[in-house]
């Protein structure tokens, strides 16, 4: 992948978004970063811009992120999107890869699963 | 969808649909008709909300539970029965819209806390507003509401768990090893990795799968992701 890399983060916890971002904003290689916490704010956000990484949690306050993740398909057709759980339910993480996940991230993650899905080498369930 | 309780103040809001083509009326009264036999029949919460949280729909069950008449509980909005504290009082209630909700509390209306555990089929309108749900509870028995708050505890520990590894190798990457805060970056993620085990135990004990790791994998060490790359 060459040039900027466009990445979204959306989890309702605050710790998450930053640690996603600072891990992202650490490789220091064009890599940008935006982030959500609530399915209205990522659909905005997801309508409103481009993207080629999107990290989605599963379970967000406001709503479903396997919901979510049908919306933001809408108009990030394009994108890699890896759903992020804590809770690993398998048909959850199922409904996400069938909807168009790229793969999905659990808690706790280290910082080579985001690498991993930032540059495409994740496998589909990290 | 009937209404099946009567609220004058809210009928400006309500607008009358289109009544629908000849050939499909049967189909559509057949599926009311399956609807109706389905509330009446399943042991569980029934009701359906629309996106301010009126009840739109309820059977019995829910209402009786709750220590309410339907059309007592009709008269209120989910989030008045749900626990919880939020700044918007409806935030309150939206974890109940996720596909798979989990655990959540109602409040009956004598006080008691009742833990539910939650399915709902949501929908939202184009602009990603949240406009309704039919949700389905089931009750859960005090044996099972202890194991759904220590499981849930476990669950939530990996939220900051997250947070710590993440920085603790953020922080070991950004010295060098004979610089001081190395080691300590290196004390807080082996801590932290003493914290994931327990909290896979307590997951174990609860009959949750594991978490973060795929079969066969092992946590990575500090560092060890420049190593990979």
Redesign the interface.
Known sequence: MSGCIRTLVVDDEEIICEIVRDILVSEGRGVETAAAQSCQEALRLAREGTFDVVFLDVCMEDGSGVDLLESIRQHQPDARVYMITGYRVDKEIQQALTAGASGVITKPFRVKDILAALYGTASPQA | MTYTHDRPEDSQENTSPAPPPVGRSSELEEIAQRYRELKRAIPDLMFVVDGAGRFLDMNEQFARRLGYSPDELGRKRLYEVVDGKAEDPR?KM??F????G?RQTLVAKNGQRITVAVSAV?R?TE????AGALVVSRVLDDGQNRAGVIAEAA??M??????????S??LK??VTPHDPAYRYAKKIYEQ?ERL?ALVRRIKAEQGL??????PGAR??EPG??EA??
């Open positions: 935030q939206m974890p819209f996720a596909r798979s989990g949501s939202y602009e990603g507003q949240f669950q939530e990996n939220q900051p768990l997250s947070g710590i590894y993440g920085y190798e953020l990457s950004s932290s994931a799968p594991p978490d973060g790791l795929a946590p990575s060890e992701q990979d790359r």
